[in-house]
């Protein structure tokens, strides 16, 4: 089992964000409870440098915020006129040429893509509010295992916006279009009880008993050789775009490169 994660030295602290790593699991903190985990880009920032800094023994990923709320979405203070000092606010991003408006929000999402690769499988430990930009981050996790006190919610549309942090794929593929649309145009809470009924959270479990819930999903996770669980992740991630013969094809390719592995005839 591993270490909890305040016994080890953090490889990255900084702008909200914690990263450790014990063997085969890393385990990515939103740091800042006092302000619910709100979202800023210094934030998201740290959030993309963690996934470059990860070491190549990591094969499970858990995502988790300090505090009451996973996270309460974006820091209300880029919505302001002056914004947060030493960032662009969004008037100044509104008033960008198409280039640099759409550059922008593509740096904003490097901290959100990681979480998909291949050779991780990466999981949320969601409690409290997960709102907005704190719902996608949710969302960017291949797991998600919540407590009995969890309220997601996409709110971006009231506010005048879309959601833009890579939230839509995922939320569309876990729960179905109608569904999607209704959660993301009402602006509605989605409970635990709900989240685990639509297929957006695979386990619900008492607050309490979160962190331990979620160390026994990694443990279980870990207990499969790494290469099939790659090549496994593969399949299913390209499954939803694949035709049912491509991925038939597709299968017979990944078990060839198996046992030619367990044969000792890989390349």
């Known amino acids: ?107 904003y999402q490097e901290a959100f893509t990681w979480w998909r690769r291949n050779d991780l499988v990466t999981v949320a430990a969601v409690q409290g509010h997960a709102i907005g930009a704190g719902f996608q981050l949710a969302l960017a996790c291949d797991l998600r295992v919540v407590a009995d006190d969890v309220q997601f919610a996409m709110r971006e549309t009231s506010l005048g916006l879309v959601p833009d942090l890579t939230g839509t794929h995922p939320l569309v593929g876990l729960v179905g279009y109608a569904r999607a649309l209704e959660i993301c145009a009402t602006g509605r809470f989605v409970t635990a009880e709900e989240s685990v009924n639509i297929g957006l959270a695979n386990l619900a479990v008492p607050a309490a008993d979160l962190h331990a819930a979620v160390q026994d999903l990694a443990a279980a996770l870990l207990a499969a050789p790494r290469d099939a669980v790659i090549e496994t992740k593969a399949l299913l991630r390209g499954a939803r775009t694949r035709t049912y013969d491509d991925q038939r094809a597709a299968e017979r390719a990944a078990q060839a490169r198996r046992l030619r592995d367990l044969a000792g005839l890989g390349e």
């Open 1 to 107: 089992m591993a270490s909890s994660p305040q016994d080890l030295g953090p490889v990255l602290d900084k702008d909200g964000v914690r990263l450790t790593v014990d063997d085969a699991i890393a385990t990515v903190t939103l740091t800042n409870p006092a302000k619910r985990n709100a979202q800023s880009p210094a934030l998201w920032r740290a959030l993309a440098e963690a996934g470059r800094l990860l070491p190549g023994s990591v094969r499970v990923v858990v995502l988790r915020g300090e505090g009451k709320s996973f996270s309460a979405g974006l820091d209300r203070q880029m919505l302001s006129p002056e914004g947060i000092p030493g960032e662009p606010s969004f008037i100044d991003l509104a008033r960008s040429d198409d280039a640099a408006l759409d550059a922008a929000i593509a740096g």
